[in-house]
Every structure is written in structure tokens, then in C-alpha cells.
């Protein structure tokens, strides 16, 4: 079964500090994609790789940068986090003209 | 740029009450149209697809039919049942820039009570 795993699960971090987010697909799919879903928002896209060693900008990348250092892994890195990053993340890997698999989210809160 | 529009923010129904959701897009292409589902603690689950015009996507009883004519891609339920209750996105995965990315509706929430 397709599968779509990321850790951490939840993360508390301080203004100021490094958070990287980490996701891991079986699916063997080329895209990968970071989503940001926050009340009233919906999910909102930050980055996108098309494969290994690609990224992307999506709609709301700033504050953000994506590595995909292989087919299977797609990291989400906040150099500087800020409050306002407070939210759940979701990965996803999906091909070209087809669904997507979400993984099961990250709740990050930065104090 | 590409948007979806879900008219209700929440619905509550009881158990066998007939569910719609509203989902109106504006792309510049033809985008193909998702419903997902969200249950607490989860990410989203896709439902369906439809890709062409007057294409009907269906699964677990729901189902919603693409109408170019009117931008809509109402979700639809006979009956709905407690399980159901849950978040329900529509989306527009607009394949023409090629980056494969989906946009999102804001998304409704849900409630049947038993």
C-alpha cells in the first residue's frame, strides 16, 4: 500500500531556532510536495520537487527552504523559525495529472 | 490564479439526511477536480477525481459530476452516516503549468449526529 510517513509528529521549537521537517514516501513518485493547513486557510502549498535534487517554490514558500536529496525524501527546513510557522504540515507525493497520498501531518509550534 | 471556493464552512446533519457541498473553481485551463476527506488526527484522503466535463467521479456513496458550464463540482451523499463526519476539501489540480500542484477550497466541515 502506497505509504506516506513523516517525523516528527509534533515539534515544539523556539523563535529563532532550526526546524527540519522530514517526510519519506514508498510510493516510488516523482513529486513530492509540502502543505501548510491553517483554520480558515485550508492547505496551502510551500514547496514542490519534480525529483531528486529539484525543488521548487510553491505559493508560500517564504521563510522556508525544501531538500530532496533522494526519490524517496523530501525535507521542509525553517532556517529562523517564527510564530507564525505555528501550524500543521503535511507531505505528499503524488505523479503529473493524478492524485495525491498525504502523510499523517507534523504539528509544529514555535514559542 | 487558479481558486476554489467551498460555500459552507460547516454543515450538521443527522444520520440518512442527504448531504451537498458546494465547490466552485475559476482556472485559466481545464483542471482536473478532487474531493478529499480529512478525519481527525489524519491527512487528507483522496475520495475522487473527475478529469473531463460531465465526467461523474463516485466512492463510498459519495459522488460529484464536473460541470464546465457552471465551474462546480458539488459532493453529494444519499444518506449520510456518523462516520461520515469529517473535513472535506475540493481541489483543481491544473495540469497545463505542469507542476502537478493541487489547489485547495477551504474546506467543510462536516457533523452527522447519530
Known amino acids: 500500500e502506497a505509504a506516506v510517513t513523516q517525523s516528527p509528529r509534533n515539534k515544539v521549537a523556539v523563535t529563532g531556532g532550526k526546524v527540519t521537517l522530514s517526510c519519506n514516501q514508498t510510493?516510488?513518485?516523482?513529486?513530492m510536495y509540502w502543505y501548510r493547513q491553517d483554520t480558515g486557510h485550508g492547505l496551502r502549498l510551500i514547496h514542490y520537487s519534480y525529483g531528486a535534487g529539484s525543488t521548487e517554490k510553491g505559493d508560500i514558500p517564504d521563510g522556508y527552504k525544501a531538500s530532496r536529496p533522494s526519490q524517496e525524501n523530501f525535507s521542509l527546513i525553517l532556517e529562523l523559525a517564527t510564530p507564525s510557522q505555528t501550524s500543521v504540515y503535511f507531505c505528499?507525493?503524488?505523479?503529473?495529472?493524478?492524485?495525491?497520498?498525504f502523510g499523517p501531518g507534523t504539528r509544529l509550534t514555535v514559542l | 490564479g487558479d481558486s476554489v471556493t467551498q460555500t459552507e464552512g460547516q454543515v450538521a446533519l443527522s444520520e440518512e439526511d442527504f448531504l451537498t457541498i458546494h465547490c466552485n473553481y475559476s482556472?485559466?485551463?481545464?483542471?482536473?477536480l478532487f474531493w478529499y476527506v480529512q478525519y481527525p488526527g489524519e491527512g487528507p484522503q483522496f475520495l475522487f477525481r473527475?478529469?473531463?466535463?460531465?465526467e461523474k467521479g463516485s466512492s463510498r456513496g459519495f459522488e460529484a459530476t464536473y460541470d464546465k458550464g457552471t465551474t462546480s463540482f458539488h459532493l453529494r451523499k444519499a444518506s449520510v452516516q456518523e462516520s461520515d463526519s469529517a473535513v472535506y476539501y475540493c481541489a483543481l489540480g491544473d495540469w497545463g503549468t505542469n507542476t502537478g500542484k493541487l489547489t485547495f477550497g477551504d474546506g467543510t466541515v462536516l457533523t452527522v449526529k447519530p
Open positions: 482556472a485559466s485551463g481545464y483542471p482536473a
Open positions: 505528499a507525493s503524488g505523479e503529473l495529472g493524478l492524485e495525491q497520498y
Open positions: 473527475a478529469s473531463r466535463d460531465k
Open positions: 510510493n516510488n513518485h516523482n513529486n
